[in-house]
Nanobody, 125 residues
Framework: QVQLVESGGGLVQAGGSLRLSCAASGLIFSRYAMGWFRQAPGKEREFVAAIRSGSSTTYLDSVKGRFTISRDNTKNAMYLQMNSLKPEDTAVYYC???????????????????WGRGTQVTVSS
């Protein structure tokens, strides 16, 4: 049974930093591309960043230069370092896994097979 568990969310002031973690189990982690998505109240789920099994990365334009996605295949874990946080970054952040999709659709939520339950990130102004 595949499980993805996010942690590290919280309340932070604008300009601050948080580091999200995603612990994976029940899958051969190194073979999966992993992604972070977020969903704010009343809005659709939005792609944030992805990292493929070969560690190439893709980012939402609005987080480039502020967020860094990484993975540690020895720990079956993925991370999202978020710096210079803004109030518009407030959302529930989800970890997701996909067994492999073309780069062109890696930003689509429907490309992902497994999801965590999410962790809340709140950025105050």
């Amino acid at each position: 049974q595949v499980q993805l568990v996010e942690s590290g969310g919280g309340l932070v002031q604008a300009g601050g930093s948080l580091r999200l973690s995603c612990a994976a189990s029940g899958l051969i982690f190194s073979r999966y591309a992993m992604g972070w998505f977020r969903q704010a109240p009343g809005k659709e789920r939005e792609f944030v960043a992805a990292i493929r099994s070969g560690s190439s990365t893709t980012y939402l334009d609005s987080v480039k230069g502020r967020f860094t996605i990484s993975r540690d295949n020895t720990k079956n874990a993925m991370y999202l370092q978020m710096n210079s946080l803004k109030p518009e970054d407030t959302a529930v952040y989800y970890c997701a896994a996909t067994s492999g999709v073309p780069l062109a659709i890696i930003m689509s939520p429907t490309s992902y097979n497994y999801w965590g339950r999410g962790t809340q990130v709140t950025v105050s102004s």
